[in-house]
Protein backbone atom coordinates (compact mmCIF):
# COMPACT_ATOMS: atom_id res chain seq x y z
CA UNK A 1 0.00 0.00 0.00
CA UNK A 2 1.75 3.35 -1.16
CA UNK A 3 0.32 6.57 -0.26
CA UNK A 4 0.65 9.56 -2.87
CA UNK A 5 3.29 11.06 -1.01
CA UNK A 6 5.46 8.42 -1.00
CA UNK A 7 4.92 7.57 -4.65
CA UNK A 8 5.19 11.09 -5.28
CA UNK A 9 9.03 10.92 -3.67
CA UNK A 10 10.12 7.41 -5.65
CA UNK A 11 9.09 9.24 -9.43
CA UNK A 12 11.11 11.59 -7.84
CA UNK A 13 13.79 9.98 -6.64
CA UNK A 14 13.29 7.52 -9.89
CA UNK A 15 13.93 10.11 -12.18
CA UNK A 16 17.12 12.38 -9.75
CA UNK A 17 19.01 8.74 -9.48
CA UNK A 18 22.30 9.08 -10.80
CA UNK A 19 22.45 12.75 -8.77
CA UNK A 20 21.45 11.39 -5.61
CA UNK A 21 23.72 8.35 -6.05
CA UNK A 22 27.04 10.57 -6.83
CA UNK A 23 25.67 12.42 -3.33
CA UNK A 24 25.50 8.80 -1.58
CA UNK A 25 28.38 7.40 -2.51
CA UNK A 26 30.46 10.79 -1.25
CA UNK A 27 28.76 10.43 1.88
CA UNK A 28 28.87 6.91 2.28
CA UNK A 29 32.23 7.03 1.00
CA UNK A 30 33.87 8.96 3.86
CA UNK A 31 35.94 7.36 6.32
CA UNK A 32 36.26 4.17 4.49
CA UNK A 33 38.11 5.30 1.36
CA UNK A 34 40.96 3.19 2.02
CA UNK A 35 39.41 0.11 2.39
CA UNK A 36 36.62 0.12 -0.30
CA UNK A 37 37.06 2.11 -3.83
CA UNK A 38 34.41 5.41 -4.77
CA UNK A 39 33.44 3.03 -8.07
CA UNK A 40 33.31 -0.29 -6.62
CA UNK A 41 31.15 1.57 -3.61
CA UNK A 42 29.03 2.89 -5.83
CA UNK A 43 27.87 -0.10 -7.82
CA UNK A 44 26.80 -1.84 -4.53
CA UNK A 45 24.91 1.46 -3.83
CA UNK A 46 23.17 1.59 -7.37
CA UNK A 47 21.83 -1.59 -6.20
CA UNK A 48 20.42 -0.78 -2.95
CA UNK A 49 19.15 2.68 -4.46
CA UNK A 50 17.27 1.21 -7.31
CA UNK A 51 15.47 -1.17 -5.26
CA UNK A 52 14.96 1.04 -2.48
CA UNK A 53 13.07 2.88 -5.41
CA UNK A 54 11.09 0.19 -7.13
CA UNK A 55 9.73 -0.92 -2.98
CA UNK A 56 8.95 3.14 -2.37
CA UNK A 57 7.00 2.56 -5.84
CA UNK A 58 5.58 -0.41 -4.64
CA UNK A 59 5.00 -1.51 -8.01
CA UNK A 60 7.41 -4.46 -7.83
CA UNK A 61 6.44 -6.98 -5.24
CA UNK A 62 9.57 -8.68 -5.05
CA UNK A 63 11.63 -5.93 -4.45
CA UNK A 64 11.41 -5.92 -0.57
CA UNK A 65 13.00 -9.04 -0.90
CA UNK A 66 15.34 -8.50 -3.08
CA UNK A 67 16.27 -5.22 -0.69
CA UNK A 68 16.41 -7.52 2.38
CA UNK A 69 18.95 -9.65 0.79
CA UNK A 70 20.99 -7.41 -1.15
CA UNK A 71 21.29 -5.71 2.58
CA UNK A 72 22.24 -8.69 4.12
CA UNK A 73 25.21 -9.70 1.66
CA UNK A 74 26.27 -5.99 2.16
CA UNK A 75 26.30 -6.41 5.65
CA UNK A 76 27.94 -9.92 5.44
CA UNK A 77 31.16 -8.86 3.07
CA UNK A 78 31.52 -5.95 5.16
CA UNK A 79 31.93 -8.10 8.39
CA UNK A 80 33.92 -10.74 6.89
CA UNK A 81 35.93 -7.88 5.60
CA UNK A 82 36.74 -5.83 8.77
CA UNK A 83 34.30 -3.01 8.63
CA UNK A 84 32.95 -1.81 11.95
CA UNK A 85 28.84 -1.96 12.18
CA UNK A 86 28.44 1.65 12.33
CA UNK A 87 29.98 2.08 9.43
CA UNK A 88 28.25 -0.52 7.77
CA UNK A 89 24.85 1.18 8.90
CA UNK A 90 26.55 4.39 8.00
CA UNK A 91 26.89 3.41 5.07
CA UNK A 92 23.25 3.17 4.70
CA UNK A 93 21.51 5.57 6.38
CA UNK A 94 24.03 8.18 4.45
CA UNK A 95 20.98 7.96 2.05
CA UNK A 96 18.83 10.02 3.70
CA UNK A 97 21.60 12.77 3.53
CA UNK A 98 21.98 12.22 -0.25
CA UNK A 99 18.07 12.67 -1.04
CA UNK A 100 17.79 15.22 1.52
CA UNK A 101 20.20 17.76 -0.47
CA UNK A 102 18.18 16.96 -3.60
CA UNK A 103 15.13 17.90 -1.89
CA UNK A 104 16.31 21.38 -0.99
CA UNK A 105 13.85 22.79 -3.75
CA UNK A 106 10.97 20.31 -3.78
CA UNK A 107 9.12 21.41 -0.37
CA UNK A 108 6.08 19.50 -1.40
CA UNK A 109 7.63 16.31 -0.85
CA UNK A 110 9.33 17.01 2.27
CA UNK A 111 6.41 15.36 4.11
CA UNK A 112 7.18 11.92 2.27
CA UNK A 113 11.02 12.67 3.30
CA UNK A 114 9.53 11.98 6.54
CA UNK A 115 8.70 8.65 5.76
CA UNK A 116 11.49 8.12 4.06
CA UNK A 117 13.79 8.61 6.69
CA UNK A 118 12.27 6.18 8.68
CA UNK A 119 12.37 3.53 6.10
CA UNK A 120 16.10 4.05 5.99
CA UNK A 121 16.40 3.79 9.50
CA UNK A 122 15.10 0.44 9.44
CA UNK A 123 17.09 -0.50 6.37
CA UNK A 124 19.94 0.76 8.50
CA UNK A 125 18.53 -1.61 11.41
CA UNK A 126 18.43 -4.57 9.05
CA UNK A 127 21.98 -3.86 8.32
CA UNK A 128 23.21 -3.68 12.15
CA UNK A 129 21.12 -6.96 12.74
CA UNK A 130 22.98 -8.97 9.51
CA UNK A 131 25.91 -7.76 10.55
CA UNK A 132 25.80 -8.93 14.08
CA UNK A 133 24.61 -12.27 12.77
CA UNK A 134 27.06 -12.96 10.13
CA UNK A 135 29.83 -12.03 13.16
CA UNK A 136 28.28 -14.47 15.44
CA UNK A 137 27.90 -17.09 12.85
CA UNK A 138 31.77 -16.25 11.59
CA UNK A 139 32.29 -16.40 16.01
CA UNK A 140 30.22 -20.07 16.25
CA UNK A 141 32.31 -21.61 12.61
CA UNK A 142 35.61 -20.54 14.56
CA UNK A 143 34.68 -22.25 18.04
CA UNK A 144 33.22 -25.27 15.81
CA UNK A 145 36.84 -25.75 14.58
CA UNK A 146 38.74 -25.00 17.83
CA UNK A 147 36.52 -28.10 19.25
CA UNK A 148 37.22 -30.74 16.36
CA UNK A 149 41.45 -29.29 17.00
CA UNK A 150 41.40 -29.89 20.16
CA UNK A 151 39.92 -33.55 20.92
CA UNK A 152 42.28 -35.63 19.02
CA UNK A 153 41.52 -39.46 18.61
CA UNK A 154 45.35 -41.27 19.02
CA UNK A 155 45.70 -45.15 18.63
CA UNK A 156 48.48 -46.45 21.25
CA UNK A 157 48.51 -50.05 20.19
CA UNK A 158 46.68 -52.23 18.19
CA UNK A 159 43.31 -52.26 19.44
CA UNK A 160 43.99 -49.40 22.03
CA UNK A 161 43.04 -45.63 21.53
CA UNK A 162 43.31 -42.67 23.91
CA UNK A 163 41.85 -39.57 23.88
CA UNK A 164 44.28 -36.90 25.64
CA UNK A 165 42.32 -33.90 27.08
CA UNK A 166 43.44 -30.84 27.39
CA UNK A 167 41.73 -27.62 28.77
CA UNK A 168 39.23 -26.64 29.87
CA UNK A 169 35.68 -29.06 29.23
CA UNK A 170 32.30 -27.82 29.14
CA UNK A 171 29.22 -30.05 27.98
CA UNK A 172 29.43 -29.19 24.21
CA UNK A 173 33.11 -30.10 24.17
CA UNK A 174 32.89 -33.40 26.36
CA UNK A 175 29.75 -34.49 24.32
CA UNK A 176 32.09 -34.32 21.44
CA UNK A 177 34.65 -36.40 22.62
CA UNK A 178 32.18 -38.37 23.68
CA UNK A 179 30.90 -38.87 19.71
CA UNK A 180 34.48 -38.99 18.45
CA UNK A 181 36.05 -41.57 20.69
CA UNK A 182 32.99 -43.97 19.81
CA UNK A 183 33.05 -43.44 16.04
CA UNK A 184 36.94 -43.86 16.64
CA UNK A 185 36.09 -47.41 18.29
CA UNK A 186 34.12 -48.69 15.44
CA UNK A 187 36.70 -47.26 12.82
CA UNK A 188 39.86 -48.77 14.44
CA UNK A 189 37.89 -52.09 15.70
CA UNK A 190 39.61 -50.76 19.49
CA UNK A 191 38.32 -52.59 22.38
CA UNK A 192 40.35 -50.61 24.57
CA UNK A 193 40.26 -46.68 25.16
CA UNK A 194 41.91 -44.62 27.83
CA UNK A 195 40.62 -41.05 28.38
CA UNK A 196 43.14 -38.81 30.12
CA UNK A 197 42.17 -35.94 32.01
CA UNK A 198 45.27 -35.13 33.19
CA UNK A 199 45.50 -31.94 30.99
CA UNK A 200 41.85 -30.98 32.36
CA UNK A 201 42.23 -28.58 35.58
CA UNK A 202 38.45 -29.11 36.73
CA UNK A 203 35.66 -31.31 36.43
CA UNK A 204 31.96 -30.47 37.24
CA UNK A 205 28.80 -32.62 38.04
CA UNK A 206 27.98 -32.22 34.03
CA UNK A 207 31.13 -33.11 32.52
CA UNK A 208 31.43 -36.05 34.73
CA UNK A 209 28.48 -37.55 33.79
CA UNK A 210 28.97 -36.76 30.17
CA UNK A 211 32.84 -38.62 31.00
CA UNK A 212 30.52 -42.06 32.49
CA UNK A 213 27.84 -42.05 29.85
CA UNK A 214 30.95 -42.83 27.68
CA UNK A 215 32.27 -45.46 29.48
CA UNK A 216 28.74 -47.48 29.44
CA UNK A 217 28.26 -46.70 25.92
CA UNK A 218 31.80 -48.00 24.77
CA UNK A 219 30.93 -51.03 27.19
CA UNK A 220 27.47 -51.26 25.44
CA UNK A 221 29.40 -51.23 22.19
CA UNK A 222 31.59 -54.03 23.16
CA UNK A 223 34.64 -52.10 24.06
CA UNK A 224 36.19 -50.90 27.62
CA UNK A 225 36.79 -47.72 28.68
CA UNK A 226 39.37 -46.56 31.60
CA UNK A 227 39.78 -42.60 32.91
CA UNK A 228 42.79 -41.45 33.46
CA UNK A 229 45.34 -38.67 34.86
CA UNK A 230 42.59 -37.82 37.72
CA UNK A 231 44.52 -35.22 39.63
CA UNK A 232 44.20 -34.47 43.72
CA UNK A 233 41.82 -31.75 42.91
CA UNK A 234 39.54 -33.47 40.56
CA UNK A 235 39.04 -36.31 42.94
CA UNK A 236 38.57 -34.56 45.83
CA UNK A 237 35.71 -32.69 43.59
CA UNK A 238 34.69 -35.43 42.56
CA UNK A 239 33.90 -37.10 45.82
CA UNK A 240 32.07 -33.98 47.37
CA UNK A 241 30.05 -33.52 44.49
CA UNK A 242 28.75 -37.10 45.69
CA UNK A 243 29.61 -38.05 41.74
CA UNK A 244 29.40 -42.46 42.03
CA UNK A 245 32.02 -43.56 39.71
CA UNK A 246 31.08 -47.12 40.12
CA UNK A 247 32.79 -49.91 38.26
CA UNK A 248 34.58 -47.16 36.12
CA UNK A 249 38.10 -48.15 36.08
CA UNK A 250 40.31 -45.04 36.45
CA UNK A 251 43.97 -44.86 36.70
CA UNK A 252 46.47 -42.09 37.79
CA UNK A 253 48.39 -42.14 34.91
CA UNK A 254 47.67 -42.89 30.64
CA UNK A 255 50.60 -44.90 31.41
CA UNK A 256 48.90 -47.12 33.88
CA UNK A 257 46.18 -47.08 31.01
CA UNK A 258 48.19 -47.92 28.09
CA UNK A 259 49.30 -50.78 30.67
CA UNK A 260 46.35 -52.19 32.13
CA UNK A 261 44.36 -52.20 28.13
CA UNK A 262 48.03 -53.91 26.93
CA UNK A 263 47.40 -56.76 29.38
CA UNK A 264 43.71 -56.70 28.94
CA UNK A 265 44.55 -57.60 25.46
CA UNK A 266 46.89 -60.40 26.27
CA UNK A 267 50.15 -58.45 25.70
CA UNK A 268 53.02 -57.93 27.67
CA UNK A 269 55.77 -55.50 27.25
CA UNK A 270 59.83 -57.49 27.52
CA UNK A 271 62.93 -56.08 27.44
CA UNK A 272 64.47 -56.07 24.06
CA UNK B 1 5.46 -59.27 7.66
CA UNK B 2 9.36 -59.67 7.69
CA UNK B 3 11.01 -62.36 9.63
CA UNK B 4 14.78 -61.46 10.30
CA UNK B 5 16.94 -65.08 8.82
CA UNK B 6 18.40 -66.97 11.09
CA UNK B 7 22.13 -68.60 9.73
CA UNK B 8 23.80 -71.62 11.28
CA UNK B 9 27.82 -70.94 11.38
CA UNK B 10 29.24 -74.08 13.00
CA UNK B 11 27.39 -74.39 16.33
CA UNK B 12 26.55 -70.25 16.30
CA UNK B 13 23.45 -68.93 15.04
CA UNK B 14 23.99 -65.85 13.09
CA UNK B 15 21.14 -63.14 13.15
CA UNK B 16 21.34 -59.81 10.71
CA UNK B 17 19.18 -57.40 11.87
CA UNK B 18 18.96 -55.18 8.07
CA UNK B 19 15.66 -53.13 8.30
CA UNK B 20 13.43 -51.01 10.57
CA UNK B 21 11.74 -53.78 12.16
CA UNK B 22 8.05 -53.82 13.70
CA UNK B 23 7.56 -54.63 16.51
CA UNK B 24 5.88 -58.06 16.04
CA UNK B 25 9.14 -59.26 14.14
CA UNK B 26 10.96 -58.93 16.72
CA UNK B 27 9.08 -60.90 18.76
CA UNK B 28 8.91 -63.82 15.66
CA UNK B 29 12.32 -63.73 16.26
CA UNK B 30 12.71 -64.35 19.93
CA UNK B 31 10.62 -67.54 18.78
CA UNK B 32 11.98 -68.63 15.92
CA UNK B 33 15.73 -67.81 18.15
CA UNK B 34 14.35 -70.39 20.42
CA UNK B 35 13.50 -72.99 17.83
CA UNK B 36 16.52 -72.90 15.87
CA UNK B 37 18.62 -73.43 19.18
CA UNK B 38 16.60 -76.26 20.16
CA UNK B 39 16.95 -77.89 17.07
CA UNK B 40 20.46 -77.29 16.51
CA UNK B 41 21.53 -77.17 19.89
CA UNK B 42 23.52 -74.41 19.29
CA UNK B 43 25.89 -72.98 21.92
CA UNK B 44 25.62 -69.12 20.88
CA UNK B 45 24.09 -66.80 19.13
CA UNK B 46 25.08 -63.34 16.88
CA UNK B 47 22.77 -60.73 16.73
CA UNK B 48 24.47 -58.16 14.30
CA UNK B 49 22.92 -54.73 14.71
CA UNK B 50 25.62 -52.69 12.38
CA UNK B 51 22.90 -51.79 10.32
CA UNK B 52 19.91 -50.97 12.96
CA UNK B 53 19.63 -47.10 13.78
CA UNK B 54 17.27 -47.07 16.54
CA UNK B 55 16.76 -49.41 19.33
CA UNK B 56 14.27 -48.07 21.43
CA UNK B 57 12.93 -49.21 25.33
CA UNK B 58 10.96 -52.07 23.34
CA UNK B 59 13.60 -53.58 20.94
CA UNK B 60 16.11 -53.47 23.73
CA UNK B 61 13.95 -54.92 26.21
CA UNK B 62 13.51 -58.10 23.43
CA UNK B 63 17.39 -58.18 23.02
CA UNK B 64 17.64 -58.83 26.22
CA UNK B 65 15.09 -61.70 26.64
CA UNK B 66 16.38 -63.12 23.61
CA UNK B 67 20.02 -63.31 25.36
CA UNK B 68 17.83 -64.14 28.58
CA UNK B 69 16.24 -67.46 26.77
CA UNK B 70 19.04 -69.08 25.13
CA UNK B 71 20.94 -68.94 28.32
CA UNK B 72 17.93 -71.07 29.47
CA UNK B 73 19.32 -73.14 26.60
CA UNK B 74 22.48 -72.95 27.27
CA UNK B 75 24.03 -70.78 24.68
CA UNK B 76 25.44 -67.24 25.11
CA UNK B 77 24.30 -64.45 23.12
CA UNK B 78 26.60 -61.27 22.01
CA UNK B 79 25.11 -58.27 20.52
CA UNK B 80 27.74 -56.58 17.96
CA UNK B 81 27.82 -53.97 16.00
CA UNK B 82 26.02 -51.39 18.01
CA UNK B 83 26.45 -47.89 16.32
CA UNK B 84 27.50 -45.00 18.68
CA UNK B 85 24.39 -43.48 18.49
CA UNK B 86 22.46 -45.98 19.70
CA UNK B 87 24.81 -46.55 22.38
CA UNK B 88 24.63 -42.86 23.45
CA UNK B 89 20.89 -43.32 23.45
CA UNK B 90 20.29 -46.51 24.96
CA UNK B 91 23.03 -44.90 27.65
CA UNK B 92 20.17 -41.66 27.89
CA UNK B 93 17.29 -44.15 28.02
CA UNK B 94 18.68 -46.02 31.01
CA UNK B 95 18.70 -49.56 29.48
CA UNK B 96 21.03 -52.05 30.37
CA UNK B 97 20.86 -54.73 28.05
CA UNK B 98 21.37 -57.63 30.31
CA UNK B 99 21.83 -60.95 29.27
CA UNK B 100 23.57 -60.22 26.68
CA UNK B 101 26.96 -59.55 25.76
CA UNK B 102 28.52 -57.23 23.46
CA UNK B 103 31.39 -56.97 20.91
CA UNK B 104 32.25 -54.10 18.02
CA UNK B 105 31.93 -56.83 15.55
CA UNK B 106 31.05 -60.17 14.32
CA UNK B 107 34.40 -61.67 14.11
CA UNK B 108 35.65 -60.31 17.82
CA UNK B 109 32.03 -61.73 18.69
CA UNK B 110 32.79 -65.06 17.20
CA UNK B 111 35.89 -64.85 19.41
CA UNK B 112 34.14 -64.43 22.41
CA UNK B 113 31.87 -67.04 22.10
CA UNK B 114 34.73 -69.24 21.55
CA UNK B 115 36.24 -68.41 24.79
CA UNK B 116 39.50 -66.81 22.76
CA UNK B 117 39.19 -63.16 23.31
CA UNK C 1 3.08 -30.37 9.37
CA UNK C 2 2.17 -34.29 8.65
CA UNK C 3 -0.56 -35.90 10.92
CA UNK C 4 0.09 -39.64 11.10
CA UNK C 5 -2.46 -42.32 12.70
CA UNK C 6 -1.19 -44.95 15.00
CA UNK C 7 -3.77 -47.78 14.71
CA UNK C 8 -1.04 -50.59 14.10
CA UNK C 9 2.43 -51.95 14.82
CA UNK C 10 3.61 -50.62 11.06
CA UNK C 11 2.50 -46.90 12.08
CA UNK C 12 4.95 -46.63 14.94
CA UNK C 13 7.12 -47.50 12.18
CA UNK C 14 5.95 -45.43 9.71
CA UNK C 15 6.08 -42.25 12.69
CA UNK C 16 9.91 -43.26 12.91
CA UNK C 17 10.87 -42.79 9.54
CA UNK C 18 8.70 -39.50 9.04
CA UNK C 19 10.19 -37.86 12.30
CA UNK C 20 13.65 -38.86 11.04
CA UNK C 21 13.18 -37.59 7.97
CA UNK C 22 11.59 -34.55 9.66
CA UNK C 23 14.56 -34.60 11.73
CA UNK C 24 17.33 -34.65 9.29
CA UNK C 25 15.74 -31.72 7.59
CA UNK C 26 16.06 -29.69 10.18
CA UNK C 27 19.66 -30.49 9.90
CA UNK C 28 19.85 -32.38 13.13
CA UNK C 29 23.47 -33.76 13.95
CA UNK C 30 23.15 -38.00 13.39
CA UNK C 31 22.98 -38.61 17.24
CA UNK C 32 20.38 -35.57 18.01
CA UNK C 33 18.03 -37.29 15.09
CA UNK C 34 18.71 -40.71 16.51
CA UNK C 35 17.59 -39.51 20.04
CA UNK C 36 14.12 -37.58 18.81
CA UNK C 37 13.66 -40.87 16.79
CA UNK C 38 14.03 -43.15 19.72
CA UNK C 39 12.07 -40.91 22.05
CA UNK C 40 9.37 -40.49 19.32
CA UNK C 41 9.22 -44.52 18.66
CA UNK C 42 8.20 -45.04 22.75
CA UNK C 43 5.91 -42.36 22.74
CA UNK C 44 3.92 -43.72 19.44
CA UNK C 45 4.34 -47.01 21.06
CA UNK C 46 2.83 -45.76 24.15
CA UNK C 47 0.00 -44.70 22.11
CA UNK C 48 -0.84 -47.71 20.39
CA UNK C 49 -0.30 -50.11 23.39
CA UNK C 50 -1.99 -48.06 26.10
CA UNK C 51 -3.90 -45.30 24.88
CA UNK C 52 -5.69 -47.34 22.55
CA UNK C 53 -4.12 -45.79 19.86
CA UNK C 54 -4.12 -42.61 18.38
CA UNK C 55 -2.50 -39.79 16.43
CA UNK C 56 1.26 -38.46 15.88
CA UNK C 57 1.52 -34.80 14.67
CA UNK C 58 4.93 -33.89 13.06
CA UNK C 59 6.36 -30.80 12.52
CA UNK C 60 9.40 -28.57 11.99
CA UNK C 61 9.84 -25.56 14.02
CA UNK C 62 11.72 -22.73 14.57
CA UNK C 63 12.80 -20.77 17.69
CA UNK C 64 12.79 -16.82 18.42
CA UNK C 65 16.61 -16.85 17.41
CA UNK C 66 15.76 -18.98 14.14
CA UNK C 67 17.00 -22.09 15.50
CA UNK C 68 15.29 -25.13 13.74
CA UNK C 69 14.31 -28.05 15.53
CA UNK C 70 11.20 -31.19 14.90
CA UNK C 71 7.98 -30.61 17.50
CA UNK C 72 5.93 -33.78 17.46
CA UNK C 73 2.67 -34.55 19.74
CA UNK C 74 0.88 -37.80 20.63
CA UNK C 75 -2.68 -38.17 20.95
CA UNK C 76 -5.42 -40.92 22.52
CA UNK C 77 -8.30 -41.05 23.76
CA UNK C 78 -7.55 -43.82 26.06
CA UNK C 79 -7.42 -44.70 29.60
CA UNK C 80 -5.18 -41.81 30.55
CA UNK C 81 -2.32 -41.90 33.18
CA UNK C 82 -3.56 -42.07 36.69
CA UNK C 83 -0.32 -40.92 38.42
CA UNK C 84 1.94 -38.86 36.07
CA UNK C 85 4.54 -37.93 38.43
CA UNK C 86 4.82 -41.99 39.13
CA UNK C 87 5.15 -42.85 35.31
CA UNK C 88 7.57 -39.87 35.10
CA UNK C 89 9.77 -41.63 37.45
CA UNK C 90 12.42 -43.98 35.96
CA UNK C 91 11.52 -47.68 36.12
CA UNK C 92 7.97 -47.50 36.56
CA UNK C 93 6.48 -50.20 34.83
CA UNK C 94 2.81 -51.54 33.87
CA UNK C 95 1.57 -54.70 32.34
CA UNK C 96 4.04 -57.32 31.28
CA UNK C 97 7.34 -55.77 32.24
CA UNK C 98 7.36 -53.37 29.42
CA UNK C 99 7.90 -49.53 31.02
CA UNK C 100 5.74 -46.79 29.74
CA UNK C 101 9.62 -45.51 28.36
CA UNK C 102 8.60 -42.17 29.38
CA UNK C 103 10.88 -40.63 31.71
CA UNK C 104 13.46 -41.60 28.96
CA UNK C 105 11.98 -40.39 26.09
CA UNK C 106 12.07 -37.13 28.06
CA UNK C 107 15.68 -37.59 28.79
CA UNK C 108 16.07 -36.95 25.27
CA UNK C 109 14.24 -34.27 23.57
CA UNK C 110 14.82 -30.67 24.87
CA UNK C 111 10.92 -29.61 25.86
CA UNK C 112 8.41 -32.29 26.95
CA UNK C 113 5.18 -31.48 28.15
CA UNK C 114 2.52 -33.80 29.33
CA UNK C 115 -1.59 -33.82 30.06
CA UNK C 116 -3.15 -36.58 30.69
CA UNK C 117 -7.09 -36.97 32.57
CA UNK C 118 -8.55 -40.48 33.71
CA UNK C 119 -10.64 -41.60 31.44
CA UNK C 120 -10.45 -38.88 28.99
CA UNK C 121 -6.72 -39.71 26.97
CA UNK C 122 -3.00 -38.54 26.88
CA UNK C 123 -1.39 -36.15 24.77
CA UNK C 124 2.09 -35.23 25.19
CA UNK C 125 4.28 -32.76 23.26
CA UNK C 126 7.94 -33.46 22.67
CA UNK C 127 10.69 -30.68 21.24
CA UNK C 128 14.19 -31.16 20.42
CA UNK C 129 16.22 -28.79 18.44
CA UNK C 130 19.22 -28.50 16.13
CA UNK C 131 22.16 -27.70 18.00
Known sequence: MVDADQARLAEFLGAGQPKVLDQWTEAAGRGVSDRISPAELRRELAEILSLTVAVLAGQDEAAAGQLRAVLQELSRSRARYGFSPRETAATVLSLKEAVYSQLADSVELLPAYLGFTRFVDDLGLQTFEAFVGAREQIIADQAESMLELSTPVVRLWDGIIAVPLVGTLDSARTQLVMEKMLEALVATEAEHAVIDITGVPTVDTEVAQHLLKTVVAARLMGADCIITGIRPQIAYTIVSLGIEFGDVLTKQTLADGLAHALSRSGLKVVPA | ?117 | MDELPIRAGDDVVRVRQQVRAVAGGAGMSLIDQTKVVTAASELARNTLVHGGGGAARIEQVTNARGKPGIRVSFADSGPGIPDVDLALTDGWTTGGGMGLGLSGARRLVDEFSLTTEAGAGTTVVMTKWAR
Open chain 2, 1 to 117: MERVPILKIGSTLLVSIQVDLQDQSVQQLQEDVAERIAATGAKGVIIDITAVEIVDSFIGRMLSMIGSMSRLFDAQTVLVGMRPAVAITLVELGLTLDGVQTALNTEKGLRLLSGRS
